[in-house]
Every structure is written in C-alpha cells, then in structure tokens.
T-cell receptor, first 113, second 111 residues
C-alpha cells in the first residue's frame, strides 16, 4: 500500500515568515513529486514539481527532495495571507505499465496578517 | 495552458436518479481521472483511464461507472444516486509521468 503522509495542521504562521510543509512517502520506487495548492471550495492547482534530489526554487516557493529519507518538503518564503490554503503533496510511482499518483490528505496553512 | 472543463459547477439531483458528470480536456492527454473529495478524507480515486475505451477501477468504484469514447472526454456515471454520493467531484488529466491537472470541480448534492 503506497502511502503519502502529511501533517494535517493547521499550520499557522505570521505574515512575512517562512512556512515549512512536510511530506513523507512509503514507496522507494517513487520517481516524481508534486505540490498542489487548494483554496477552500476550489480545485487543486499545481505549484511545484520536483524529480531529483536537492532543492528547486520558483519565486517564493522552494521544493526539497531527499529520496534516501523518503521526504519532500515545500518552503514558502515571505508568506502572505493569500497563501492561506491547503497544500497537497502528491507522489508518482511506476506500477506495471502505468504510473499511480498518490495524494496526501493535505496540510492547512493559515498566514496571519 | 492545460484546460480541463467539467460540465457543471453545482448539481442537485434526487435519490435514485442516473447522474452524468462530463469532463473534457484540450491537451491530448492520454490519462484521465475521476476523484471525489470529502472533508477529512482527502482525494479518493474513483476510476481512471489510460486510453480510449479503456478504464480501470480506483479505490472507491462502487456505485459508479465511466465512459471514454473519445480521447478528450471522460464521463462519470452514478447509476442510481444515493445521498452518500453527495460530494465534490474532480476530474483530472495528464500525460503518463507528468502531474495531473484538475478541472474546477462539480459540487453534487443528492437529495
């Protein structure tokens, strides 16, 4: 059973701080990793993809991947109230001739003005 | 940009009705997916398809069926709607190893 675990939160940070969101996964064969942002009542929106160990930066967002520890994280610098949302970690794992994307249940982030 | 379009944002149906949810993508993606999302339960995969006329069961297929007659269109069918199928339904599409892109969702209420 492939699993993706996230702290459900809520994670509360003040405006301007760094928000750190964490995710662990169980299948060592997982090959690609994604972070989605979901505002209340809306659908998930892809914000970051990462495929190899290390850091990947895009604006205020940095994704970090450590395959040896089976750990992926998302850092949000200079957090804004508009970043308040649920963040979903998703892990893509090959299985047979196909791939399966497994989602965590998400971490609710609240950024306080 | 990838565009995944779901036919309705909000839908209200009655118990026992046959309900059709439609999804269309414009990026020639091979893969299409149907999820439902409920508070505290996260995204749960109902059915998916890797090719035209091909379908595979996800984690919670009971009470649902799907149809994929054309590559760009993937339909979810509730054969006889029940109140426990009240939920947010999300369609997504992707290429094989790439991330999924979601439609806006359909909030379905079964009365």
């Amino acid at each position: 059973q492939k699993e993706v675990e996230q702290n459900s939160g809520p994670l509360s940070v003040p405006e301007g701080a760094i928000a750190s969101l964490n995710c662990t996964y169980s299948d060592r064969g997982s090959q690609s990793f994604f972070w989605y942002r979901q505002y209340s009542g809306k659908s998930p929106e892809l914000i970051m993809s990462i495929y190899s160990n290390g850091d990947k930066e895009d604006g205020r967002f940095t994704a970090q991947l450590n395959k040896a520890s089976q750990y992926v994280s998302l850092l949000i610098r200079d957090s804004q109230p508009s970043d308040s949302a649920t963040y979903l970690c998703a892990v893509n794992t090959p299985g047979g001739s196909n791939y399966k994307l497994t989602f965590g249940k998400g971490t609710l982030l609240t950024v306080n003005p | 940009d990838v565009k995944v379009t779901q036919s309705s944002r909000y839908l209200v149906k009655r118990t026992g009705e046959k309900v059709f949810l439609e999804c269309v993508q414009d990026m020639d993606h091979e893969n299409m997916f149907w999820y439902r999302q409920d508070p505290g339960l996260g995204l749960r995969l109902i059915y998916f398809s890797y090719d035209v006329k091909m379908k595979e069961k996800g984690d919670i297929p009971e009470g649902y069926s799907v149809s994929r007659e054309k590559k760009e269109r993937f339909s979810l069918i509730l054969e006889s709607a029940s109140t426990n199928q009240t939920s947010m339904y999300l369609c997504a599409s992707s290429r094989l190893t790439e991330p999924q892109h979601f439609g806006d969702g359909t909030r379905l209420s079964i009365l």
